[in-house]
């Protein structure tokens, strides 16, 4: 009897833990566009998007999208998510070799280390409607009034 309910035991403990996993694997999505929005957006836009933006693109790169940063510019790809060591942006806002951005002056040591965590953890950039459109269009997709009208979007 006492085996019955130490088993018992242990299949609900592993249950909460197996739970409390996946609750928290579900949340780093969140978490890490929270982190962009909250933190690595505001940097971007306050430093860079002046002359790496939609209206400016200095050295050919825009710094206002992943896939900007991704693609690069004159000098190559500006980000290589998970390294930081490797990305040409972290080299430029350290200040230690050439170029050195923003050419204003350096950012605070703290928004160095934000965009430096930001793209060892992967460089999340969430998708937003601006994003998803384009290449909605593109494919030909067409959201109708009567899927509009389908009992799940109610």
């Not at 739970?19 to 928290?24: E, G, I, L, P, Y």
Request: with cysteine.
């Amino acid at each position: 009897m006492r085996c019955r309910r130490f088993a018992a035991a242990c299949v609900v403990g592993l249950a909460l833990i197996v739970s409390m996993q996946c609750r928290a694997a579900a949340d780093a999505p969140i978490k890490a566009n929270e982190f962009f929005e909250k933190s690595v957006r505001p940097i971007l836009a306050n430093h860079c998007f002046e002359c790496h933006g939609p209206k400016k693109q200095k050295a050919g790169l825009r710094l206002d999208s992943r896939d900007g940063m991704l693609h690069g510019g004159d000098t190559g790809p500006a980000l290589v998510p998970g390294h930081p060591e490797q990305s040409l942006l972290v080299k430029a806002i350290s200040y230690k070799d050439e170029p050195q951005m923003p050419p204003k002056g350096p950012l605070a040591p703290a928004d160095v280390a934000t965009l430096t965590k930001w793209i060892k953890q992967g460089a999340v950039w969430p998708q937003t409607a601006a994003t998803i459109r384009p290449a909605a269009k593109e494919s030909g997709f067409k959201i109708t009034a009567e899927d509009r009208a389908f009992w799940s979007f109610q």
